[in-house]
């Protein structure tokens, strides 16, 4: 077609320019298109690249304007001869530019596009479909650049170069990567025997362009080339045996004279040119067919051989043809001719044998390999070995050949070949094989069917002539071998020290998978190199490893007044931060092990393995249950130190103690005992022993650790006599057994004393873990009930649908949790079973999204008791059974079917979660969104103030709900109001009517004559019970006024312990107990590095809760108004110049609201810090103020609230409308509080200090203060 275009055009003549513009003449675009190159016709694959190849032609053709260009438009009234030219010339060109389009495009698509009338509607079409096409081209090309990598086999230049390219395609798609990413990523795909070189370019600071790396690159190829002697490579047509220098053989070796022809592919070895054969006298050569000399196989009368004939391991015979005669057995003079596949002709001077030796390993031998020194490469017919059997698998650019499944070698391709992969040519011909081509047996091939065995092994077969002598070669080597079996060198073993505390080895063991039944999950040991004395803790987290060494470390220290010198650990986390830091401030030489070299602390590590394997021994042989593991791990230290040295006959008790140990009152750990029930607790009807377990022996105490095996007495036993096991004493202070201890006898009636924790028993066994442990227990039946009681709230509620799993999703697990309900006083209140289903496994974004829920604020439900009571109205609780399960879900989650719940015949299916499940992050979320939806349908208003209080006020009365998760308070102003208000809750949901309120978040709710009263009593009795100061004396007041506390700069006391007692009276403090508020307040701000001092202060605190464990907070009638007091101790902390903020508000004559906090910036006076304090008070103000406007029946507008306040400065700031102060975060609180007053949320009014209820909550003040202050916060002893 272009033809005739061209030769039509011709006739035309040249193209003139008109005010159309410049239209290249055809003539003068013929010259050019000779000169440029065409670009290959497009096949619907990489239509960018052939787009621009194509718009570069049309442009040196100055035809890419028409892609673009609509036809002009000449109106006939207007049309002239010269408009008219120029638009026959104009279509003209534009058809020159369709043509080369459509002449770039195969023929299965010119057949398509051939009908488009323009040039640009052909160029839009072809965009509109392989653009569109192409829109996944950046993934691809993005994972073809992250796949490539470079290979040994290829010269790193061409690899680069193919490199460039990806990065090519990747910036034509828009994607912008910078040119250090570039160079980069180019130096970290090097090939493997390039990483020296690698390296070396990674730390040059100097930044390179692409242009240096590839210069660099060529260098460092081209030095490497050379070294290896390499010749130049020329172009080839056909496989290639590469070969190195070391391999040839000798040049004294013989080569036999042949005339035959050898075949390979890529080489004609069919017959002569012309057909004619060139005489040179008798064939003098050996016949392939029979072996004797004189004729040819194909004059052969022989019967033909079978070529393909294998024995062993053999190979079929391959021709290949070679230009190098030191390669060959043997060698013959002919001048048989060779012809290649471009007509040339080549000289076959000789025939002979020759062995390949693949990389490997495998060594393959060729018969009738022809010698043509004109060939600058030695070539192999891959069609011959294909043809005998073997398998050439071509991948990309790389083959691999194999044979019956054997791997035998691979190659890669180059320049248009494929280079085999052989390391080098001997000559060693078996002359007794029976095949011409056969695999030599390498001691590899040996040692790798009898599985890797050892070569000394491969020795002892070979002498008992069970495999070949070939089956070893000298100094052989496996490379599986070295990495697979190697091993370090032996550690070499410590001078053991000769004096105590010199060094001591420690380290954590970890056995979390089952907790004991006091919650511990790991112990740490801490070891005498010089005496092996060994002391063990038990721990619940590995923070605690700090707490216990010291604890061990001002124990020994003190028992043997010698200081500890070296310590030596692992490079666990738990002796990282604080464990160094302990050791440089006390000097101690902290030595860790190399990483992965547990050997290094090989006497720790032999401890734990000990300790474990005895304690293994001692619960299998007396049946009692996993958990126990804490006390068979302490027993089994305590022998242990008992136990002589392995290498003396001492124990390491006697070097410690620096005496003999006894053994006499020793007994079996586990074995059943009858314990007396001591005096105290003895009943004077009844039994007087209780069977028990022996457990242990106390620490630091001459008594054994029993458990309790049955007993109705709540309280550890101890006893001094034992029907069946003798509590005996410790050696230093033994006791003849007739003297007897006569009791001190007192009148006054005492509370009983606390023996600690050494005398702890367990009651009852705790909460099962697993189903099966639940439905086996003694308690099986409870749980059995609790179980069904779950599983009929799940499907009356319809939370699932059974459905089959979807392909590629994967069911989310469950598990059950038990959990027994406990009354205040103690007892059982119900068996509690709840299914969870595991959502840390759900993903963001996929299984949820959002998963905030609020619930209420403890202020909020004192505020709606105060109201209760000061309107005398009845307050009832319901909760709501499985309440999460009724949120309804909107993404698709599916769950396991519950292990004892399947469906009969749908085993095999899963449960798809229709409406949300406890454990599921969203499953707070959707139970809040659903109840609030159900309230508000049912008239309900949420207090915008706290969205967890809902209102409804009617003209028969009005009712308030309270919600705290699956709990909640109803009051209301009659009966008919609370009664319908459950009837809908039942309606709609699972409801566990509770009656009239009794418990709310732990805090009892009590009727009294006077209104209602809030108490934590069982709360306190548990906390002193935990932290054993029960039998401690009183303290009148919270905080001693005489201790002045300050951050602690040495070591930490029981930082866990320190930091529990402080979370155990947070949450009684903001519940009911504001006179704790200051005392907490302040030491928790040491909770990170308690000292001895903080801890006092802390026990006198636990003193004051003991003298005050009665106390609650009683709401009554009067006063009904919301009132406040606030005040600020200005710098109550010296180090840090800060002071602290107090302050309080009451309704009906008790705390509804209250908090001490430190001021977090410093003020320079006392009317600044009074003025912080207000500022806050006035904010806590607002919102009680707000919240009130909600409550139905309150008188609106809501009165100011006042505060009242003991600073006249303050107060007259803080109404003056100026402020001349220079501190502007002062200004701000000025500015508040102004506007709070000018708004009437607030008023302030003086009070004096005396009368002030909030100075407790800034300092610590005498015990009439105290008590005065207390009353005024309603916080009175229970009647």
């Known amino acids: 077609m272009s033809t005739t275009v061209a030769n039509s055009s011709s006739t035309m003549g040249p193209l003139e320019s008109t005010t159309m513009g410049p239209l290249v003449g ?182 390179m362009t692409m242009e240096d790396l590839v210069v660099r690159l060529r260098i460092e190829e081209d030095n490497r080339l050379a070294q290896k002697g390499s010749q130049v490579e020329a172009h080839a047509k056909a496989n290639v045996v590469e070969y190195g220098q070391s391999s040839r053989f000798n040049k004294n070796d013989k080569v036999h004279k042949s005339n035959s022809k050898g075949k390979g592919k890529g080489v004609n070895l069919g017959p002569k040119k012309g057909g004619v054969k060139k005489k040179v006298g008798p064939f003098k050569g050996r016949c392939y067919n029979c072996g004797e000399t004189g004729h040819r196989a194909d004059q052969c009368k022989a019967p033909k051989k079978e070529k393909a004939h294998m024995i062993d391991d053999d190979m079929p015979l391959v021709a290949m043809i070679t230009d190098h005669t030191d390669m060959l057995e043997e060698e013959m003079v002919g001048d048989e001719k060779l012809y290649m596949g471009n007509g040339a002709t080549a000289n076959i001077k000789g025939e002979g044998d020759v062995i390949l030796k693949w990389t490997s390993g495998k060594e393959l031998a060729l018969s009738n390999v022809l010698y043509v020194p004109e060939l600058h490469k030695s070539l192999v017919s891959g069609w011959l070995l294909n043809k005998f059997g073997f398998r050439l698998v071509f991948e990309s650019d790389k083959f691999v050949l194999s044979k019956r499944g054997m791997f035998v070698g691979k190659g890669y391709a180059q320049n248009g070949m494929f280079k085999l992969n052989v390391m080098t040519v001997k000559k060693n011909i078996n002359k007794n094989a029976s095949t011409s081509a056969y695999l030599i047996e390498s001691s590899n091939v040996w040692h790798g069917r009898l599985g890797h065995v050892n070569f000394n092994s491969l020795r002892r077969l070979i002498k008992l002539n069970h495999i070949p002598a070939s089956a070893i070669e000298p100094n052989s080597k496996c490379k599986t071998c070295v990495e697979a079996k190697q091993t370090r060198s032996s550690f070499k073993s410590i001078e053991r020290k000769t004096k105590p505390l010199d060094m001591i080895h420690t380290d954590v063991c970890d056995l979390k998978s089952v907790p004991t039944r006091g919650g511990n999950k790991y112990f740490i040991t801490f070891i005498d190199d010089s005496t092996r004395y060994c002391y063990v803790y038990l721990l619940k987290s590995k923070d605690e490893a700090i707490d216990k060494f010291v604890l061990y470390k001002t124990e020994v220290e003190n028992q043997l007044n010698k200081k500890i010198k070296v310590i030596r650990s692992d490079r666990g986390g738990e002796y990282v931060s604080p464990f160094a830091e302990v050791c440089a401030q006390n000097c101690i030489i902290h030595e860790c092990t190399a990483p992965y070299s547990p050997q290094q602390n090989g006497i720790a590590e032999r401890k734990n393995r000990t300790l474990k394997e005895m304690m293994n021994a001692m619960l299998i042989s007396s049946g009692l249950s996993e958990d126990m593991w804490g006390e068979a791990i302490l027993s089994a230290n305590y022998l242990l130190n008992k136990i002589p040295l392995k290498n003396k006959d001492v124990t390491p008790y006697e070097l410690w103690m620096g005496r003999e140990p006894s053994y006499k009152y020793l007994r079996v750990w586990g074995c059943l005992a009858k314990v007396v029930v001591p005096p105290p607790k003895a009943q004077k009807i009844g039994p007087k022993i209780v069977d028990c377990v022996f457990i242990g022996y106390a620490q630091h105490s001459s008594a054994y650790r029993f458990l309790v095996h049955e007993s109705k007495n709540p309280d550890g036993k101890t006893s001094s006599s034992s029907p069946v096991d003798e509590i005996v004493q410790d050696e230093s202070q033994e006791q003849s057994e007739d003297e007897e201890v006569e009791p001190r006898r007192s009148k006054r009636q005492r509370t009983e004393k606390s023996f600690g924790p050494d005398f702890l028993t367990y009651m009852v066994e705790g909460d099962p873990q697993t189903y099966k442990e639940a439905v086996t227990s003694s308690e099986g039946p409870q749980w059995k009930k609790a179980i069904k009681s779950e599983i009929d709230s799940i499907l009356q509620n319809h939370t699932w649908e059974l459905v089959d799993l979807p392909p590629g999703c994967k069911p989310l697990g469950y598990r059950w949790l038990f959990k027994r309900k406990m009354k205040p006083d103690g007892s059982i209140d119900k068996y509690k079973a709840r299914l969870v289903i595991k959502g840390y496994r759900q993903k963001e974004g996929l299984d949820y999204f959002d998963t905030y829920s609020p619930v209420t604020r403890i202020t909020s439900v004192r505020l709606v008791l105060a109201i209760a009571a000061l309107r005398k109205l009845e307050v009832h609780q319901m909760d709501v059974k499985t309440a999460f399960l009724n949120g309804e879900l909107d993404e698709e989650i599916y769950m396991e079917q519950p292990e004892g719940f399947s469906a009969p015949g749908q085993e095999g299916k899963v449960c798809k979660l229709v409406k949300s499940l406890y454990g599921l992050k969203q499953a707070p979320k959707q139970w809040h969104q659903k109840f609030d939806q159900v309230m508000i349908n049912n008239g309900f208003k949420i207090n915008e103030c706290d969205k967890c209080v809902y209102i409804k006020d009617t003209s028969r009365g009005y009712v308030m709900l309270c919600l705290y998760v699956d709990d909640m308070l109803i009051i209301g102003s009659n009966d008919h109001m609370i009664r319908s208000t459950k009837d809908m809750l039942k309606a709609r949901f699972d409801m566990k009517d509770m009656g009239l309120a009794d418990v709310i978040l732990g805090v009892k709710i009590i009727r009294t004559q006077n209104g209602l009263v809030l108490s934590q009593s069982h709360y306190v009795d548990k906390i002193l019970e935990k932290f054993n100061s029960n039998d401690t004396s009183i303290a009148q007041t919270p905080i001693d006024t005489s201790h002045h506390l300050t951050k602690n700069r040495g070591e930490g006391v029981a930082q866990l312990e320190y930091s529990r007692v402080i979370g155990s009276l947070m949450y009684l403090m903001t519940s009911t107990r504001p006179d704790l508020a200051y005392a907490v307040s302040r030491l928790s701000r040491y909770t990170s590095n308690p000292s001895s001092e903080h801890w006092k202060s802390m026990t006198r605190l636990l003193r004051y809760l003991r003298y005050t464990r009665n106390y609650g907070l009683h709401y009554g009638q009067d006063p009904a108004v919301v009132e406040g007091y606030s005040d600020a101790n200005w710098i109550s902390d010296i180090k840090d110049s800060k002071s602290t903020s107090g302050y309080v508000f009451t309704l009906g004559g008790a705390a509804i609201s209250w908090k001490s906090s430190k001021q977090t910036i410093i003020a320079r006076s006392t009317m600044e810090s009074e003025f912080i304090a207000l500022d806050k008070a006035g904010e806590e103000a607002e919102w009680l103020r707000q919240f009130l406007e909600y409550v139905p029946k309150w008188p609106k507008p809501v009165t100011a609230i006042c505060i009242h306040c003991d600073c006249q400065s303050a107060i007259g700031r803080s109404q003056s409308a100026m402020y001349n102060g220079k501190s502007r975060h002062i200004r701000r609180r000025h500015n508040t509080i102004r506007q709070l007053l000018s708004t009437g949320v607030i008023t302030i009014d003086y009070v004096k200090s005396k009368d002030n209820i909030a100075d407790p909550l800034t300092k610590g003040l005498s015990r009439e203060v105290v008590h005065k202050s207390s009353r005024g916060m309603g916080l009175k002893p229970l009647e």
């Not at 008219?84 to 023929?107: F, I, M, P, T």
């Open 26 to 207: 055809t003539q003068a675009a013929q010259a050019v298109a000779n000169h440029a190159e065409k670009p290959e016709k497009f096949s619907g694959l990489n239509f960018k690249r052939w787009q621009q190849k194509m718009l570069f032609y049309l442009t040196t053709l100055n035809l890419a304007r028409f892609l673009t260009e609509s036809p002009p438009e000449v109106a006939e009234e207007n049309a002239d001869a010269q408009s008219v030219s120029a638009l026959q010339a104009w279509k003209h060109s534009e058809y020159l530019c369709r043509n080369y389009v459509l002449n770039g495009l195969v023929d299965s698509l010119y057949n398509v596009y051939c009908k488009i009338s323009t040039a640009k509607e052909l160029w839009e079409s072809l965009e509109r479909k392989y653009k569109t096409e192409d829109a996944g081209t950046k993934k691809f090309v993005v994972a073809k650049f992250l796949d490539y990598k470079m290979v040994d086999s290829k010269t790193v230049i061409n690899q680069v170069q193919e490199l460039q390219v990806i990065l090519s395609d990747i910036l034509s798609e828009g994607m912008v990567l910078g040119e250090t990413f570039q160079v980069a990523a180019m130096i970290e795909k090097l090939p493997p025997t390039w990483v020296d070189f690698k390296n070396y370019l990674k730390h040059k600071r100097k930044e």
